[in-house]
């Protein structure tokens, strides 16, 4: 999901009330003013240095701290896909398929590229939707990519070697469509960023091309995962039976 502006709001309220210097100046000030008597007078000038340090972010630094709170947030983001990216690692591995490897180490780069791409452009019209597409074609590679594993450990538990076999296949079939998906998304991100820095995405009309091309990925991958529910649906079906 591309990013949210409460989320980056909610990054810069942190950075301004959440620091030691704001709070080390304000509880000074507010100390000084308990005590009161030749305290005071300091007291009001810590109380009044505490404001400023809360008001100068927000008025004339707020550009820059909006692009350091975007910063955060893109950071802390790409830190926690990247801690889940990395948990999958070794049941990726148990495949022993330098495809599965090749496909999760990409996903990682194009999860970064993404956020990269939509702090860049957070403002610019009609980046959004395009990210947020882009964003849901990167998850369904993800899924899909998750479920060939499920295929792949559920083909080894199978009794027959035609019944494994055909399981091993589809799990083929479906690598080999997450790899032309991921290439997809990676051409449309091209497109995008071209886009982007051309200043092109202005109207609707300007981008409805980049959005039908990333709905064509899109719908590739749903009907990959359309077919490995029908083949799970068989699967269980045959282990009732």
Request: with cysteine; proline share 2%; charged share 30%.
């Amino acid at each position: 999901m591309a990013f949210s502006k409460l989320q980056i709001y909610g990054r810069m309220a942190r950075r301004v009330f959440g620091s030691v210097g704001f709070w080390g100046t304000a509880l000074g000030g507010a100390f000084c003013l308990m005590v009161d008597g030749y305290l005071a007078l300091p007291g009001y000038g810590l109380c009044a240095l505490a404001a400023w340090k809360a008001i100068k972010p927000l008025t004339i630094g707020r550009n820059q701290l909006f692009t350091k709170a975007l910063s955060d947030v893109r950071k802390q983001r790409q830190k926690r896909h990247t801690k889940y990216l990395r948990k999958l690692l070794p049941n990726i591995r148990k495949d022993r398929d330098p495809r599965t490897t090749k496909i999760l180490k990409d996903l990682e780069r194009i999860h970064e590229r993404m956020l990269r791409l939509e702090s860049e452009h957070i403002d610019m019209l009609g980046m959004s939707s395009l990210l947020i597409q882009a964003n849901e074609l990167y998850d369904s590679c993800l899924e899909s990519l998750e479920r060939s594993i499920q295929l792949w450990a559920g083909a080894s538990e199978m009794a027959t070697d035609e019944a494994r076999n055909k399981l091993l296949a589809e799990r083929d079939k479906t690598v080999i469509t997450v790899e032309k998906s991921i290439g997809h998304l990676d051409t449309s991100l091209d497109h995008i960023q071209t886009a982007a820095l051309k200043a092109a995405v202005t109207e609707d009309s300007n981008h409805q091309q980049l959005r039908d091309e990333l709905q064509i990925g899109l719908d590739v991958a749903r009907s990959v995962e359309e077919r490995i529910d029908e083949i799970e649906r068989v699967y269980e079906d045959s282990e009732r039976s």
